[in-house]
């Protein structure tokens, strides 16, 4: 896809940003696409954007393999963190029970019961950035996040991409210290989070 033919299938809308609707191979079907530019006041297709969609295009099998481990982590993480209502029985863990509850037997079911609603494509920042938003089978919306052709990380929908920047598991880091129980430590990092660009 080169940024000529791009600039013919994208509409400018009056938010600042460009939609269109394509084929994504990794996934084998049409969805729909947003182009976020760097100036909103004077959108344009440039040649990192279209970089970035030809990279998104490239994605393949051991691509939606790396995706599919996210939500299996995302699943997971959600399961011990959250209360869904499940009766855990005496030889389960938490974690078990929400996996029986919800017909998860492992990371292929819960790429087979998430749904991908959008593709953001980010000229907005240093690095090429590209979000999945995806509806997850734990009921969360999350961005699977694409940094310069590669899938590092998944986060909450409204992630800032920047916290990315220097660290492609950032959120994943967050996590696990949300997971070891040290609430003061996930406290005072997710309070930074706000603050920190």
Known sequence: MHQDELATLIRWCDDGCGHFELLLPMVGQTVAFTAIPADRSAPAVTERMAQTLRETLALGHDDLLKIEALLWEECRFAFETGDYGIDVRPEETRVDAHLRAFELAGPRDALRKAQLLQVYIHDD???????????????????????????????????????????????????????????VAASVEIGSFATTP
């Not at 310069?148 to 210290?177: C, M, P």
């Open 125 to 183: 920042s240093v690095s090429r950035f590209v979000c999945l938003e995806t509806d997850t089978v734990s009921g969360n919306r999350i961005c699977v996040i694409i940094k310069n052709g590669r899938i590092v990380d998944f986060d909450d929908s409204a992630t800032l991409l920047n916290w990315f920047e220097n660290e492609d598991r950032y959120a994943h880091k967050r996590r696990q210290v949300i997971l070891s129980g040290n609430f």
